[in-house]
């Protein structure tokens, strides 16, 4: 993956441009990093990328929305964090791979929101309840220019990392083939358990929820 092939796979219709890539060594193995610009929004996408992308081949993928709390700060109250070092490690295992992070914190209401939503479940409410109390979706995420990074990066067929069906549903939507969806499970912290029951049970995420650390 160079600057060079993924602007020779944009067209017309992409409208996430890739502005700079790197290598990235990190305590999972090495990786090149690229960074990306949406065309019609202020919204920046981070993508790991390991090996060669075949687009003949399924690819490890993975879309992990930023969570600070989790990702930067090792908060208890989601599995954010050891779901993004889990694909990690998966990643490197397989040898080749992506790994798409974009800026859609708290489903897509920003932190100083999602903090305002922290307060609302220190009261009592689900995460649900939280969001729909403030006045926003339950879940307002978008995956089309995730789809879009995927694609520049030279993926056709992904082995998606995720429990969410929303996030195999926009693949396929925005013309991917998903052929396999690989569970991303973490065992929960007391603190996060019921944040993922609701996901399980409201969202129709897919999870075992088999125990407790």
């Known amino acids: 993956m160079n600057l060079d092939t993924a602007q020779d796979r944009a067209t017309d219709s992409v409208t ?24 019609n929004s202020d919204e920046e996408f981070v993508a790991l990328i390991k090996g060669k992308i075949d687009p ?3 690819t490890l993928v993975r879309i992990h929305s930023q969570c600070l709390t989790g990702d930067v700060f090792h908060s208890l109250k989601c599995d954010c964090g050891p779901q993004l070092q889990r694909a990690m490690e998966m990643v490197q295992a397989e040898g080749s791979g992506i790994i798409v992070y974009q800026q859609q914190e708290g489903r897509g209401i920003g932190i100083v929101n999602k ?15 939280a969001n ?33 069906p929303d996030k195999v549903r926009a693949l396929r939507n ?15 912290s007391p603190p996060a358990f019921r944040y993922l029951m609701t996901k399980k049970e409201q969202m ?8 407790i650390f």
């Open 16 to 39: 996430v441009k890739l502005e700079a890539e790197a290598n990235l060594p990190t305590e999972f193995g090495s990786f090149k990093i690229a960074g990306f610009r949406s065309t």
């Open 56 to 58: 003949a081949k399924p």
């Open 115 to 129: 903090i305002r939503a922290y307060a609302l479940q220190d009261q009592g409410a689900d995460t649900i309840e």
């Open 132 to 164: 729909v109390k403030l006045g926003f979706a339950i879940d307002a995420r978008e995956y089309n220019q995730c789809a879009e990074v995927i694609k520049l990066l030279g993926a056709r067929r992904v082995r998606l990392m995720s429990n969410n």
């Open 174 to 188: 925005a013309g991917l083939e998903v052929v396999e969806r690989v569970p991303l499970e973490i065992k929960a």
């Open 204 to 211: 129709g995420h897919l999870l075992q929820l088999n125990g």
